[in-house]
Antibody
């Protein structure tokens, strides 16, 4: 069974930073692409970014609203993917989900999500 | 960016009804489309990938069809647990983009 557990959410001031973690189990993490998706209160789902497996080059892609402020990384030895968020804005307030991804089938298994609130 | 337009935005229906939700892409995406179900306060769950492939464990009353720009999710014989919001996702090109969602409510 695929299990993804996010952590690291919380309240942060505008302009601040936060790092989210997602620990994975139940599948071969090393071979997997991983994505982050967010959902602002009452809004549609929004793809944030993706990191490929190291075997596929480890490339990263981001959505325009977070490009240059957010960074996705991975530690295959810990089966963990991270989302480093900096220069946070109030509009970054959302539930952030960690999701398995692939070229062939898009997004697949989702974590339970972690809430990030950016407010003064 | 590829825009995904879902319709309707919401609908009211009854248990046992057949429900059809459509998703239109602003440009061709082959069959690189998935459908997700989300219940309040919960993470989304994938129902369909590659436009028409049923996710393992998902009931066969859910089906997907379409290609290129026009796609459909059909629920044949709505069950009480199917009242939720449904989203389409294109993964043909970055950034991956979702439709605005369709809320299926009880009439």
């Amino acid at each position: 069974e695929v299990i993804l557990v996010e952590s690291g959410g919380g309240l942060v001031r505008p302009g601040g930073s936060l790092r989210l973690s997602c620990v994975a189990s139940g599948f071969t993490f090393t071979n997997s692409w991983m994505s982050w998706v967010r959902q602002r209160p009452g809004k549609r789902l929004e793809w944030v970014g993706r990191i490929k497996s190291k075997g596929d080059g480890g490339a990263k892609d981001y959505a325009a609203p977070v490009e240059g402020r957010f960074t996705i990384s991975r530690d295959d030895s810990k089966s963990t993917v991270y989302l480093q968020m900096s220069s946070l804005k109030t509009e970054d307030t959302a539930v952030y989900y960690c999701v398995t991804a692939s070229y062939y089938s898009g997004l697949s298994q989702w974590g339970q999500g972690t809430l990030v609130t950016v407010s003064s | 960016d590829i825009q995904m337009t879902q319709s309707p935005s919401s609908l009211s229906t009854s248990v046992g009804d057949r429900v059809t939700i459509t998703c239109r892409a602003s440009q061709a995406i082959r069959s690189d489309l998935g459908w997700f179900q989300q219940k309040p306060g919960k993470a989304p769950k994938r129902l369909i990938y590659a436009a028409s492939s049923l996710q393992s464990g998902v009931p066969s009353r859910f089906s997907g069809s379409g290609s290129v720009t026009d796609f459909t999710l059909t629920i044949s014989g709505l069950q009480p647990e199917d009242f939720a919001t449904y989203y389409c996702l294109q993964y043909n090109s970055y950034p991956w983009t979702f439709g605005q969602g369709t809320k299926v409510a009880i009439k």
